[in-house]
């Protein structure tokens, strides 16, 4: 199960040259696209560059920017997966310089805020935008680890299968602002290929001392 680190502020961006050796990676949205570059941090282009900002706009929009996370150096991006077929299409065709990761719902929501928001209180929903995603080259799903067992019970099994990413990683007493989370040992037993952890690696004293906690709680 590979590691990646969420870094969100200039001070985890300064924890990146200590721990780039004990991940296999490193995740950043919008709020720090600005500061990261090959020059100033070339250890976050070492790994995995994972840019989540969960593209969802018009056809033209979210291939012009996912362009732009290609030339910016990332492997992978994340797309919402209720966009149209027509952005689909238009993406089909860069799946072999990055990896695309669907996102159906968030980890952030608890289960009254997705029902509301995908109306559908089963996982009618999950279901047909897997189909959507898989027609499109996608290989990558994000998914809360409580209901991982559950939507891996919907996809396929063997090499068409999807490569799960687990954001909402708490490890020991952590709290975050997650709705659904999970420690790194449940995502890993419910079949997790991809953890995400944050604060908990970068604002600890020794994050390769949590590194190593995480990875022998295993």
Known sequence: MKILISIETEKALKTVPRIVDYVDGFKINH????QVNKYAYPELFKKDLFIDCKLWDTPNTVETVTKRFIDKGATMTSICAHNGLDVFERLKNLSADIRLVGVVSLTSWDYETERAVLRDVSY???????????????????????????IKSLDFTGPSAFRYICPGIVFEKETSGQARTGTP??????????????RTVTEAENPNS?????????
């Open 210 to 218: 949590v590194l190593a906690n995480i990875k022998n709680s295993l």
């Open 124 to 150: 009618n929903v999950w279901s047909q935008c897997m189909a959507k995603l898989r027609n499109n080259n996608f290989q990558d799903l994000v998914c809360p680890v409580p209901e991982l067992r559950t």
């Open 31 to 34: 709020l720090m696209l600005e």
């Open 185 to 198: 040992k449940q995502a890993k037993d419910e079949g997790a290929s991809t953890i995400i952890l944050g």
